[in-house]
Each structure stands twice: as structure tokens, then as C-alpha cells.
């Protein structure tokens, strides 16, 4: 058997395309190895063998540690691997993203650095969170005033559906108690999706930080993404399980979060909508399976792109038949 150090690296011509793999892998409790170019994951119950070539991103939960080979051979097959909580509702740390192409981060600053397209996709971020309502026309200021009025009609609409008295939100930062049990349940669950999101923007090889609705913050985007899902998928898990009982809100709002975040596979709609957003219209993956191929270009003049490792002499020349390097 040949040792890992001596196995040829893979190239993207023998992986599997990013569209034909499994989006997310979830393990926990169980210690992931490698076997030839699959990863293993052994527990109480046996092993199971993954190939690595199939996997989006590896979502690693409680309990589970990873060798050095495992890690490897995910490198080598351009899987991403996350660091998470329980079901993926919390983030702690990444490797690399799901992705070879910046194509999604280019288009991601694109957006970004265009006022007028930063506040398009500001539109689309609240057409999506409220469809019956159209953002054509409305200026940032009064797209934050149209979103707090519908931030009220939803908390006063929970509050009637689930018969808990609602006073108003009320969180003090580092201060989890200091809420009543429906504020309490309502920043588990933000703190949870967060972490769900933060996970995705990672994955996808997006900026965390290059928000259209928030700025200033290294998370910026992470809370634009999170907010798509607030008072369809958070808010109202958390008014649900305060309406069920006092008793430990922070960790029943994690775990019925995570139920409804699996039933609702809210982590693949969450790669859809950041793809919808960003990319132009019509197109939801980068341009030519570019995502599957390891492509380094130069910026030339007119938008132009040209080959990398050569010498390029002159405009009219051709670059050297030989690598710069």
C-alpha cells in the first residue's frame, strides 16, 4: 500500500462537480479518518466510509475529532469543513470554502461596491423577507423604517397565535437572563441562526464582512443572511417554545431550531438564496463549471483576462511558451 505522502494529488479533472455532490455532511460523536480517497467515520456502531469526492462540506458537530490524513484528503478533494454545533446550529471555525472559483466573492463585491447595486440587492433582501410588499423605489432609510413596522406586526402577531404576553424586545448584551422567557428564547434563536448562516457564507467562499443591510462588522453579511429567516423560521420556534414552558428556554430553542432547520433543509435554501442574490440574473452556479477547475487569471486592460505563470512582454507580443516560475 502506497503512503499517503507518496499518493499522486488530485486534480479537479478527477473530482466530482460541486452540483453533482451532497451539499452538507453532517457527523458528530464519532472520529473521522481516512481509507485510500474516502474518509471513515467510526463510532459505537461501526464505520462508515464517505467517499470525499461527494462531499460539499463536512459540517463537524459535538464529540467528534479528525485526523490529519482525513483533513488531508478533503484538501486535496476541495471539501469544505466546518467546526459547528449540535445539527449545525452553531459556528466555531473553517477550512476551506466548498468552492475553487472566487466567482461568488467577485460578485459579492461587485454588489458591494456599486451604491446603486448595494441597494438593489438591499431590495431584493426585503423582498424576500416580505413579499407582499414592493421595495421598488424606497430608499435605505425608509426601507429600515418598513422593516421595523413589520418586526412589530410580527411580534404582536406571535404573541396572539401563542397567547404570550409580549412587552416589547429587551436583550442586554452578555446579559442572557435579563429578559423575560420569550426575549430569552428570541436571542437563542438569533444566536443560533447566525451560526447557521455563518457557516454557509463560509462555505461558499463569500465575505463574512461585506453586508448590504449591515456594515461596520466582521459578520455584516452573516446577520443580512440570518435575517432572511427571522420571522419565518426563528421567531416563531422561539415564541412556540416559550409557550411550552419557562424551564431551560436557551437549550430547548436550540434544539427545536435544529429540528426545524432539518425539516425544512434550510441550509441547501440558504446556498440558493446567497447565490440568487449575488450572481446575475438567471445564473446560480460560476460560469463554466469554473468552480470545479483550478483557474488563475491576470486582470488585463477592458476587462480582459489572461493567462497567469507566463511573461507577458509587450501588448503585441506573445507571452513566453515558458513558465515565469
Known sequence: MTTPASRPALTPRHLTRTAERLSFIYLERCTVHRDANAITAQDAEGTTHIPSATIGTLLLGPGTRITHQAMSVLGETGAAVCWVGERGVRYYASGRALTRSSALMEAQAHQWANPRTRLAVTRAMYRQRFPDEDPAGLSR????????????????????????????????????????????????????MYGISHAVVTSLGCSPALGFVHSGHELSFVLDIADLYKTEVGIPVAFDTAAETDQDIGPRTRRALRDRINETALLDRCVNDIKRLLLPPGETAPPHGAEDRDVVTLHSDGGQHLPSGFNHRGPDEHPDAELTW
Open 141 to 192: 432609510r425608509e426601507l429600515l423604517g418598513s422593516e421595523g413596522k413589520r418586526m412589530k406586526d410580527c411580534y404582536r402577531a406571535e404573541s396572539a397565535r401563542t397567547g404570550i404576553p409580549w412587552r416589547g424586545r429587551h436583550y442586554t448584551p452578555g446579559d442572557f437572563s435579563s429578559g423575560d422567557p420569550v426575549n430569552q428564547a428570541i436571542t437563542a434563536a438569533a444566536q443560533c
